[in-house]
């Protein structure tokens, strides 16, 4: 439990900011490529999925791995487009907007998933649960001035 919290103040820092989005994703990427999707890094801490959604200006397949809340017993899928704590929405999200229907690789398995931006009540409900899931999504929050984008994903 010690090494969790140690993670989560690290992880709310700036510095993890600046450099996790360029390292993380990539080395999942390569992880989850090599294991054939058995292995994804960044769940040792948080459960995740590899996103493959459909670009919203280019149209074409985008792979992205991201850290996800699972409900239902594995039946739904909690996405928080936090961008780590940095300004702009990330480019996932713009895409889940454009094209909803898409794919994610679950513990090994490609599961067909259509996301909805969750608002109002829904997405408070959801944020709540978000933060206990993660504090650190709090510090990300406070740091941007744009309300992050929560997404759920149901299968289709």
């Known amino acids: 439990m010690k090494g969790v919290r140690i993670v989560q103040k690290v992880s709310s820092t700036r510095g993890f900011a600046r450099v996790a989005p360029h390292v993380l994703p990539a080395l999942d990427r390569a992880v989850h490529r090599l294991t054939r999707g058995k292995v994804l890094l960044s769940a040792q801490l948080l459960p995740g999925v590899v996103l493959t959604s459909t670009g919203a200006r280019s149209g074409r397949s985008r792979r992205t791995p991201l850290a996800c809340m699972p409900e239902d017993g594995g039946r739904g899928w909690i996405l928080v487009g936090s961008n780590f704590g940095r300004p702009g929405h990330p480019a996932w ?5 454009a ?7 679950w513990k090994g398995r490609d599961i ?3 996301a909805r931006l969750l608002q109002g009540q829904e997405r408070a409900e959801a944020w709540q649960a978000v933060l206990a899931f993660w504090p650190p999504y709090a510090a990300y929050q406070t740091r941007v001035d744009r309300e992050i984008r929560v997404f759920r994903l149901v299968r289709r």
């Open 99 to 105: 094209h909803p229907d898409a794919e994610i690789s």
């Open 112 to 114: 067909p998933v259509t």
């Open 93 to 97: 999200s713009h895409n889940l907007l």
